[in-house]
Structures are given as C-alpha cells and as structure tokens.
C-alpha cells in the first residue's frame, strides 16, 4: 500500500505533485475533524464550539512527544487520541446537567481558556513559537513526500468513516439520535441519556485528537494561533453549511472549503466570508433549523413523497389495525399481585401542589384508569411513576422493588413502557428508525462491540430489523416504513408510538391519553386494542384518557384524580354511580 | 346587538385542523361562556380571535368591522382584550409597572393614572400590592392583576381564558363575582372555563365545545345538569343506568348546591332528557375482576 | 488600590458588553455570540473615518457606532426575523455567522493601529496611574448603563421590552409590537457592544486585530450569567465582579489564571446556578 503512490507519483509527477497531495491531505484532515464535529453535533444533538481545542491538543501533543521525547510518532498518534478523548470526556460532563444555547457557551468558553491558558503557555507548548511536529518515520522509510503521508490519512479516513457508519447502524448511533431529538423519550427507551451523551463526547474527541496528529504533522508546526476561536468557529460553518448529521454532507463541505481556496487563489480570505454568509443563508432558509435542513438534504425525495401520501391518507381508519405482538415476557416477570404502586407522592411546583398524597396500586393483568379534571395532577403522577420527576415524598415500587430514585432508563430496562401526551417518538426519524430505536433494551450487544463492529452486532440487528418489519406491518404501515414521524397525522403517530412501545414487551405500560388526535369511531376501536394487551398479549397497563367512554370501556378499576389527591377510586359501577366525580368535572367543591 | 361576530372559523397547525368551523355571537353587555373539556378548542378559539392564531377560513367581526386580517395589535387598539391563560401576569414586573403596560395604548399619562385608580378601585387588593412582583402575588391575585391589566385600556370586550384554572374553590368564587361586577360596568365578556358550575352562576349565555365544534348554545339556565354532561362528553360519568328512564324511581332534578346557580328546575330541554337517578352514597366494594362488557356509544 | 481601580474599569468594560448581551437575550432570548466582534468592527469602522476620512475623534466614534448600529438593524430585519419561530439554537448560532463574517472582513484590512481618543499621558489617582481613556470608559460604562435603566424602567417601551423576556404573547396583547422592541434591541446592543469595543481597544491599549476583542465575549458573559441573564444591573455587577477576578488572579504572576477563573465561575454558574448569582430560583 505505501509502494503505491510513490509509483504514482512517479508515473504521473504532474498529477501528484507535492502542492496537489498537500491540498488533499488537508482535506483529508478537515474531513476527520468535521467528522469529528458531525458525531457530536450533528448525531447526539450536543453544540460543540471548542472543537478547535481538541486538534490543538493532538497536535501539540504529538510534537511533544515526538520531538521533544524522540518517541516514534505512533507513540504520539496514540496519546493524541486518548488525550483528545479524555479532554472531551471533562468537557462533557457539564453536558449533563446544560443543555442547547448554554452547552454551546461553556463549549465556546472551554476553546477559549484551552487557547489562552494551555496553548499560550511557555513551559508546555513553546509559546508563540510552537512545537516543531517532525515528519513520521516507519523504520527507515520517511514520509517527506505529500503523497505518501496522505495515503496514512486517506487511509484513517476511510476507517474513520466505516467506523462512523457502524455507529450509524448500531444501537449507540440511535441512542445518539434519540438523545438529538429528545432526552426525555430517548430514556423512555431505556437509553441511558448520561452515559451515551459522554461515550458521544468521548468519541468525538478521540477522532478530534487523530485529525490533530495529523494536522500537526501536515503543518510541520503546532502553535498557538493555529487553534483559535475563529479555527473552532469554521468548523461549525463547515459542518452546518454542508448539513448537520449528513456524513457525505459535511465531507463535500470539508473538502471544499479546504480545495478550492488552494485551487483559486482569488477565493483566499473570501471563501471565509462567503461561507459565514452561506452559513447564514442557510439558516435562516430553514426556519426549522439545523435538523431540518439537514433533512431536507438528506431525504429530499422521501419528505416530498410524505407529503404527497399524507395528502392522500389524511387519517386512521376508523378499525385500528392489530397492535404488534410482544416478545416472550421477561424472566423474572410477574404473574400475579401488586405490579406498581405509588404511595402518598407530594410534588410541588414552586408553590403549586401538583400532587398532594397521592396513591395507587396496578395490579396484574388489569388495565387500571386514571381520570379527573385538566390540572388535577395525572400526567404529574405518571411522570413520578415512570422516573421523570422525583417526589418530594412518598413511594413508587415497581416489580416488588422501590424505585423512587431510579432513573427513567433504569426502569425502561425493568420492563415499564410509557407513551407521551404529545408523542413520545423521534420525530425527525422514520417509522422504521423508531421502531428500532424502541428495541434499544433488546440489543444486548455491549457498546464497545458495536463501536468496533465485532461479529454479533450484525446478527443482533437482524433480530431487531425483523421483530421491526414485522411490527410495522402489524400495523399495516409498510408504506410508511421510511417516512420520517412528523410527516405522519396525530393518529398515525399514535398508533406508532403505542407500537412502539409494546415492542420494548413492556410489563407495565403507563398511556398518557392514547385517543388524542383519534376519531371518535377510531377511538372505540382502540378500546379494543387496548382489551388485547390485556387478554392477548397478559400485560398490565395505566391509562389516562379524557374520552370517559373508552376508559369506561375498558378498565377494570379506576381513580379519580383531583387537587392533587386521589378522590375516588373503583369499579367503573362505583365511579359512574359516585356524585363526587362528575362533581369533581364541574369544578365543584367536594366535600 | 352582537359586538362580535365569528363565522364558520377554521384555523389549526401545520395540517391539522383544530376549529372545524366555530361560529358564535357575542350580545354587547353580556357575559357568553365557552365551556368544554380539556382539549376541545376553547382556548385556541379565543386566540384566533384575538389574532394569536392565523385564521384559515371564515371571518371575526367585531363592532361592525371585518377584522380578520388584522393583527393582535391592531385588534387591541380597537377595543379588545384578552387574559390568557394561566394567569400570565409579568412576574418580574410590579403591579403597578403591570398595570402601566397594560395602558401602554393610551396616549397621556393622566389617561393612564386614571384608568389605573379605577383598576385599584375595582380590585383594593392591587392596591395594597401596588409594589409588589406579579410573580410574588398569589395565585388569585395574579388572576385580578391579569384581568385589572386588561382593564386598562377600557375595552369594549373581554377575552378570558380558564381564569379559575389552578385556584382554590373560594378564590374562584371571589375572582368570579368580581367578573360579573366588571359586566355589570358595562364591559361584553366572552369566557372559557372548564369550571361548569361557577360559570353557570354568571353566564348570561352559554356555548358548549366538543373537538372543534360548537355542539350548544342557549341561555345558561336552559341547560339541564345531565344534558351538560352529555354535551361535554363525561354523560357517561353519570352512570349506564341514567340512559333508560324506565328504571327512574325519583324523578329528582340534580341541583348544584351553590345558591347563585340559576338552573331551573324541570325545565323541559331542547332535546331527549336524560333522567338521572340519584345513586346511593357509593359503598366501597372490591374491584370486580371479571370483564365488564363495553359501555355503548351514543 | 490600583488592583481594586484596574479590576473595576476593567469589569465596567465587560459590562457594557454584558449589557449588549442581556438586551438580545431579553428580547430574543438568544445569546448573540456576535456581541463582542461588533465591538471590534466598530473599532475598526472607526479607524477608517478617523484615518481615511480624517474626520474628528468624536465624528468618527459616532460614524463607528452608526455603521455597526445599521449592522444590527439590518441582520435582525433579514436573518433574525425570518428565524423568530425556529429553534433558539439555530439563531444562536446564525450570531456565529455574523460573529466570523465580521471578523472575516477585519482578516482582510488586518492588524491597525488606532490612536486613543484622548491623550494617552497617565494622570496620578490614589498613588495609581490612570490614562484618561481610562477614565472616559469608566464614565461611559457608567452612564450607558445607567441611562438604559433608566429606559427600561421609565418609559412603557422600556417596560415592555423587560416584559417580553418574561411573556411574549402577553407583550403583543398590551398592543406593543414586538417587532418595534426586536429592533430597537438589536440596534441598542449593537451600539453598546460597539462602544464597549472601541473603549477597551483604546483603553487598553495595543493594536486593532480581526477578532480582537471576541475572547473577551466569554468573561462578558460570565458577567451577563452572574446577573442572572435577564437583568440589566445584575450584569453590570456580575461584569465588575468577574473583572476585580480577573484582576485579582492576575496577581498570582501565573498567565492564564485569570481565565481559568472565568470559566469555572462560567461553568459553576452554568450548572448550578443557572438563574445567576442574585437571581432566585425559578
């Protein structure tokens, strides 16, 4: 392989002149660290503005272990990566408590102290002269010429880009995009937000440190004013100009930004304004932002035909289609008893008692009511029951187990299902990517094997892909496999979420208003959908519904909600024949 | 007269419909009210009169004007308000700097000082508060602030949005006799609550909402306990056997037991009047394990 | 005494570009990452009527100031506008575009120098020495600060501009266009980031560079956060606190100190308290 262009080169010197290879090499480069910054930004939905420190880091390290200790420059490429890796793992932690605009200003912060502070610094990086990043030697073999030290980065390239591509195809890729589009239904799923929003970090910084080792090497000097704010800030253009999580998107960009300024010198000095007001355009050409611009790049044709069906399919049919069958039940399923119970839960909102001592117990096999007026607390108390907000006090146990300070993710994992008054799906993913996504609890293949694409992670997809196929027909949503969700009606996604979470084979499986966005037929026709996960598939369910037929229709018990407080509970004869209820509907007081 | 005229509203987001063709009348110097469950289209009804909303279809006249294409602003400035929902008072501005931005289309300081002592007169306890952070104010108080800051500009109409949302019974009981003191000024009010029965007690006229469509309209003390129940889609709370009226042993009208509730007894329905019998006070009995039979549909 | 003094003028600085900050904020509730390059820009504008146009100090700060006044109105009617109902993140990022478009531009004329307004001998304060420069900046930062309060707090514009950071909608019902405040801010926090830009150019010294003043965005907003984000007087205070600081740390003799204690207030306050020092908790 290293033979190779060396041949070339000599074949053709004209077409593989130094100048040329060096443009390419940078394009190389640019193209790893903008792969870099596409994993993070454009994937897990994390802003990064200090990309440009963790380049710096490589390449500074590399000179430093190169030419200061005399270590071979493998040496230096290895540290580089880790230490890439480990500075992104410190960024990244204030990552999990800051989100969106606020991430974006500590990243921002982070690139400037690292420049001001680390690269500035006399005993660590030779000031502003630098750190002289001598050329990689492999035996006695020099790589002096452009063209053979672009065949090193073209090569890592190419991992680099199959490497991204496993994640792409894994369940990490899509714990990534969950985590991109929403935190909240990404744990749902069981993804475990914290720990995949660093691998992210980790990941990203690792690849960030190998561009820099290179970068270093193709630049021959690492020095401060290399890694500015400015250096970081183009790397955002880049990767937005050329479509945020589009791997092709950003490359073109990359290798256009860095090749044409070398190709047209007129264009030197300007490409950068021209991309600043490209980066602008577009922008604020999709109002929706940067995932949506992406989108359109990416899946121009299947937006349009959505559109075009969606025109055509305007809504369900009134008979809902089965629900997808669910998997075995677990090992250490119940079978009998309490499932879940919540006792005397307190939360408050600032001043406001959202849920005053309230509790209830599901049993198994029954699907379990909960009505009461808007306001009254049951959203509150399905969120303390699925993990998403921490009581003040009181008690949920799940299983026979307390979980009150479980994590969302933990109790996905448990076996408890949940779905989202306003839908609990990726929207700017397709059917079938949430269907996936859905199955995360269910790929067992470990992280470090998908990130590395051992054997088992491709048989694992199959599994999920079928178990994925076949939901989606049950649904009878086959045309709709590769439309991303928020081209769907309210209904449909309804019916995709309640898919999707059966697929996760829920023991437990907490409703927040199925029939919302339904028709009144479609709604009855859910009653009996739900009567099937109850007799068919032997799952236990929660529901809070506002349309009181269908919840008379199906439950077995109910409660009543109000003030916070549980103010009935019973067969839905006691429910019906109480005053106190529709008392409580009216706004009444009751005593 | 009307002083506001809506016909055949359609509005919604992105491609689904949410008003499938509201159309009401709001009689000058009356309290109308909107009632309906949550996510019937109330609020949203409210919004697109007042501009918040785009219209699709269909047209607001108010005081003899088209005013469809004009924007909230503009709809202010002739005469309109509207209190959202959930008490949406500036928390971080005082009572009196709420009070002053609520003036803010008046043209002279002394319209403005004046309108404001009639505020503090309609409601004392601003007043006493005058210093204080709308955040800071409970959650009653800031329903007065939100309404007082409407005041402001004189309007001839009123939008108010779930104005009882959150509050004690006793605060909503206060909040709304202030409201119908304010009507009895001379100020038209359209309201939209979930809470039926304090409504009733001071709605003149009353217009019931189910999924983006007007299902009533009538005088508020036509409306019987059990067809309002119906008509909000909870009828079937009231039990299966209030459907068949052969079982009725007393033919006993339900009243509400507060005193200003102007339902009339046995007053005969415009449609098919459900008897209801009134239950026993429930017995707790255990949960019935088998499986209960669907409860029908009307 | 100099510590306390240097640390101040410094922080009354940030201020000003902390201010700039809390206005977008209020009213887009974006960070305009472009806030401190305006202020170089402005400097560089008004290099140019100074130098090329030889026009008078004060004309050319007014001509400097204009220039990037006109910037911020322009962007916010054809880019800020169009995005007002899209993700917050992506008109964030948008300022970053502008901020690099800026700076781009300055890449082309690069590095100037540009004369103080006032003449630069140092006068003798409480055993210090203080240029004049110095001085003015101080004085401005001050009545800018103090005039804009005074707006806000005054005038109904000014109040509602305070009210549509807390509710929007609301703003539009009290019969105030939100687009007249949108406007108005983007203009205002262009002027002062423009004016924050040229005093601390001058009042520091050293020569105009493209992206000369963009890191002192980060201390600047520290300052912004301290004060909570939304509050015009808390960010002031929160700038004169990151400043005396930095000062402080300056002291250690150890450079780069003082930005490291920048970024961890920065991150502290980020994660901790995100409604900012005196704020309270929402």
């Keep these: ?591 | 007269m009307n002083i506001l005229t809506v016909r055949d509203l359609r509005c919604g987001f992105g491609v689904h419909a949410v008003l499938h063709g509201v159309s009401l009348d709001v009689p000058e110097g009356k309290i109308t009210a909107i009632l309906g469950l949550n996510g019937a289209g109330k609020s949203v009804t409210l919004k697109t009169i007042s501009g918040l909303i785009p219209t699709w279809s269909g047209n607001v006249t108010f005081l003899g004007e088209d005013i469809t294409a004009l924007e909230t602003e503009d709809r202010v400035a002739r005469g309109m308000a509207h209190v959202l929902q959930g008490r949406a008072v500036f928390p971080h501005l005082s009572v009196e700097e709420n009070l002053r931005l609520g003036g803010a289309v008046l043209k002279s300081k002394s319209k403005v000082a004046s309108a404001m002592a009639g505020v503090y007169e309609t409601f004392p306890r601003l007043a006493e508060r005058r210093t204080q952070l709308g955040g800071t104010l409970s959650g009653g108080e800031q329903e007065m602030l939100a309404v007082g800051r409407a005041l402001m500009p004189s309007p001839k109409l009123i939008l108010v949005d779930e104005a009882s949302q959150g509050l004690a019974p006793i605060a909503v009981e206060h909040l709304f006799q202030v409201l119908k003191q304010v009507n009895t000024s001379g100020v038209t009010m359209l309201v939209v609550e979930q809470n039926v029965s304090f409504t009733l007690g001071i709605a003149d006229r009353v217009m019931v909402m189910q999924k983006g469509e007007i299902v009533y309209t009538g005088e508020s003390g036509e409306l019987d306990r059990n067809e309002l129940a119906r008509l909000l889609g909870i009828g079937a709370l009231l039990g299966k056997r209030t459907t068949d009226a052969s079982e009725a042993v007393e033919d006993e009208p339900v009243v509400v037991k507060r005193k200003r509730k102007p339902v009339v007894k046995k007053k005969p329905v415009v449609k098919k009047k459900p008897v209801i019998v009134l239950p026993p006070p429930p017995v707790k009995r255990k949960p019935a394990a088998k499986k209960k039979p669907a409860v029908k549909k009307k | ?282």
């Design chain 1, 1 to 591: 392989m290293l033979v190779l262009p060396p041949i070339l080169s000599r074949l053709a010197p004209g077409l593989f002149n130094d100048f040329r290879m060096g443009m390419l090499v940078y394009a190389a480069i640019y193209s790893m660290a903008i792969l870099s910054l596409n994993l993070l930004t454009g994937y897990a939905g994390q802003i990064t503005l200090g990309h440009g420190a963790f380049i710096g880091v490589g390449a500074f390290a590399t000179g430093y272990l190169t030419w200061w200790w005399g270590f071979p420059f493998i040496t230096g490429f290895i540290v580089s990566a880790i230490l890439g890796g480990l500075l992104a793992l410190l960024v990244g932690l204030p990552a999990l408590r800051i989100r969106g605009l606020y991430l974006a200003v500590s990243t921002l912060a982070f690139g400037v102290v690292m420049e001001r502070m680390v690269f500035n610094r006399e005993s660590l990086t030779g000031g502003q002269a630098g750190t002289t990043v001598p050329v990689p030697k492999m035996g006695s073999f020099e790589f002096i010429r452009e063209a053979d030290f672009f065949v090193i980065c073209f090569a890592l390239l190419i991992c680099i880009w199959v490497f991204d591509r496993g994640i792409v195809a894994s369940k990490v890729g899509r714990a990534f995009f969950a985590i991109r589009e929403d935190e909240d239904v990404a744990a749902s799923f069981g993804v475990d937000v914290a720990r995949y929003k660093l691998l992210a970090f980790v990941t990203s910084g690792v690849i960030a440190g190998i561009a820099g080792s290179l970068y270093g090497v193709a630049v021959g000097v690492a020095q401060v004013e290399s890694f500015t704010l400015e250096f970081s800030l183009s790397f955002v253009i880049i990767a937005v100009v050329g479509g945020l999580g589009s791997r092709r998107g950003v490359v073109v960009a990359a290798v256009f930004f860095t090749v044409f300024p070398q190709l047209f010198p007129f264009l030197d000095g300007n490409i950068e304004i021209a991309g600043s007001i490209l980066l602008i355009y577009t922008l604020a050409r999709h109002p929706g932002g940067l995932a949506q611009a992406f989108l359109e790049a990416r899946d121009a044709k299947a937006a349009a035909a959505a559109k075009k069906g969606e025109a055509e399919t305007d809504d369900l049919p009134t008979v809902l289609p089965s629900l997808p069958s669910v998997g075995a039940p677990r090992a250490d399923a119940m079978t009998s008893g309490i499932v879940a119970e919540a006792v005397d839960i307190k939360v408050s909102f600032g001043g406001l008692q959202a849920l005053n001592g309230a509790s209830l117990a599901i049993p198994h096999g029954k699907i379990v009511g909960l009505i009461g007026p808007n306001g009254a607390g049951k959203t509150t108390l399905f969120n303390v029951m699925s993990g998403f907000i921490r009581p003040d006090s009181g008690q949920v146990t799940f299983k026979g187990k307390d979980v009150t300070r479980m994590a969302p993710h933990g109790r996905a994992a448990m076996g408890l299902g949940r779905t989202f008054q306003l839908i609990g799906l990726g929207k700017n993913l397709t059917v079938r990517e949430n269907f996936l996504l859905a199955q995360h609890c269910a790929a067992t293949y470990p992280i470090a094997k998908a990130l590395l694409r051992l054997p088992g992670v491709a048989s694992g997809e199959r599994v999920l892909e079928e178990r994925a196929r076949e939901a989606i027909s049950a649904l009878g949503f086959e045309r709709f496999t590769d439309t991303p969700v928020r081209n769907l009606s309210h209904g449909q996604q309804r019916l995709v979420e309640l898919g999707c979470s059966l697929v996760t084979s829920p023991e437990l499986l907490l409703l927040d208003e199925p029939s919302g966005g339904m028709s009144p037929a479609a709604a009855e026709s859910l009653a009996e959908r739900l009567i099937d996960i109850r007799d068919k598939l032997g799952r236990t369910v929660l529901l809070i519904e506002h349309h009181i037929p269908l919840v008379l229709a199906v439950c077995d018990e109910i409660y009543v909600l109000n003030f916070g407080e549980i103010l009935a509970h019973g067969t839905t004869e006691e429910i019906t024949s109480s005053p106190e209820v529709i008392a409580a509907y009216f706004g009444e007081a009751v005593a």
């Design chain 3, 1 to 282: 005494m100099f510590t306390i003094i240097h640390g101040l003028s410094i922080g009354a600085l940030y201020g000003l570009l902390a201010i700039g900050i809390v206005l977008v904020f209020k009213a887009t509730r974006v960070i305009n990452f472009a806030q401190a390059e305006v202020g170089t820009f402005a400097a560089y504008a008004t290099r140019w009527f100074l130098v090329d146009l030889s026009l008078p100090w004060w004309a050319a700060a007014l001509g400097g100031l204009t220039t990037v006044g006109i910037i911020g109105f322009s962007f916010e009617r054809v880019v800020i506008r169009r995005m007002l109902d899209g993700p917050k993140l992506a008109i964030a990022v948008s300022t970053l575009g502008l901020l690099t478009l800026l700076g781009f531009i300055e890449v082309k004329f690069g590095p100037r120098l540009l004369r103080p307004p006032l003449p630069s001998k140092g006068l003798q304060l409480m055993g210090t020495t203080v240029t004049p420069t110095q001085i003015l900046a101080l004085v401005c930062a001050f009545v800018v600060g103090g005039a804009l309060l005074l707006f806000v707090r005054k005038t109904t514009f000014g109040l509602g501009l305070l009210a549509s950071a807390q509710d929007p909608v609301a703003v539009r019902l009290m019969g105030i266009r939100l687009k007249h405040l949108s406007s108005f801010t983007w203009v205002a926090s262009s002027v002062i980031g423009g004016l924050a830009g040229i005093l601390i150019l001058t009042s520091l010294g050293g020569d105009l560079k493209p992206f000369g003043v963009t890191a002192l965005f980060v201390p600047a907003l520290a300052g912004a956060l301290v004060g909570g984000m939304t509050s015009i007087p808390g960010a002031f205070l929160g700038s004169l606190l990151i400043g005396l600081l930095e000062v402080f740390l300056q002291q250690f003799q150890v450079s780069g100190l003082e930005d490291a204690g920048v970024f961890v207030v920065l991150i502290a306050i980020l994660v901790f308290r995100p409604q900012g020092l005196f704020g309270k908790a929402a």
